[in-house]
């Protein structure tokens, strides 16, 4: 069974391309009644599907044009050391994500910072003073493009 039907799918799609949509607009444009489309927005939230709305930012508007990707290899593997670490690294102001991956690496950290220097002193003041870091690499974001909506898997 699928968890979404066409019609969910086409209201996910307007509202990750436009969060603030107006449940009429929201409607018109999936092509039903405002009342289908405010009990279908609701039973998506209810299900977990849409689980929020957000305002993308422009990093480099917002004084943060230096983004990386860190990779962090975490010793000793356990649990506990891997989601503690992440919720520290969650903490950080210069965090944006954090991915607990497969692989030779445990955690991905992506940063934005205002500058190299900051990003330098992010690395080894706040990451390599941890006991649990095994290993890290850090690689500089020259560019990076999102898809603005998940299509759905057919």
């Known amino acids: 069974m699928r ?26 444009r999936v092509g039903v009644s405002p009342s289908t489309s405010l009990e279908r927005v609701r039973s998506l939230r209810q299900r977990g599907i849409i689980t929020g709305y957000r305002a993308e930012v422009d990093l480099a508007a917002l004084g943060r044009p230096v983004e990386a990707m860190i990779s962090v290899r975490l010793r000793p593997q356990s649990r506990a050391v891997m989601y503690g670490f992440r919720e520290f690294v969650l903490s950080l102001p210069e965090t944006i ?58």
């Open 3 to 28: 968890a979404v039907d066409e019609l969910d799918e086409a209201i996910v799609a307007v509202l990750q391309a436009d969060a603030r949509a107006t449940n009429r607009d929201l409607a018109a």
């Open 97 to 154: 994500d954090v991915f607990v991956v497969t692989g030779r690496e445990d955690i991905l950290i992506h940063v934005a910072t205002r500058d190299t220097r900051e990003l330098q002193n992010f690395v080894l003041d706040r990451l390599t003073r941890r006991r649990e870091i095994a290993d890290l690499v850090t690689s500089v974001i020259f560019d990076h493009a999102r898809k603005p909506v998940i299509e759905p898997m057919r």
